[in-house]
């Protein structure tokens, strides 16, 4: 029973370590992505904007929520970006 238990453990631990990556990777990649937004609108230095784009991400799975708040800060903020180019862009990263 022991081997088993140590098994689970291990795996359990295997994929918190590989949810984690994946977490720190779409997040590296969210922070290039609202970089890539605040410097269409002239706003590089806004770290506040930044934290908000980055943030919304984690509103609901895939990256909808996130192109939709970046939508709105161009929009706001009389960005020159469409959503062909926000995908654009995401696809790169």
Do not use: W
Request: hydrophobic share 35%.
């Amino acid at each position: 029973m022991d081997k088993f238990k140590d098994r689970e453990k291990a795996f359990e631990a295997e994929q918190s370590q590989k949810d984690q990556s994946e977490f720190d990777k779409r997040n590296s990649r969210n922070k290039v992505f609202a970089e890539f937004i605040l410097e269409n609108i002239g706003q590089q230095e806004n770290q506040e904007l930044l934290r908000e784009i980055i943030l919304s991400d984690l509103e609901e799975p895939g990256d909808e929520d996130i192109i939709r708040k970046a939508l709105e800060v161009v929009a706001q903020n009389n960005g020159t970006l469409t959503r062909e180019d926000i995908l654009k862009k995401l696809s790169e990263i």
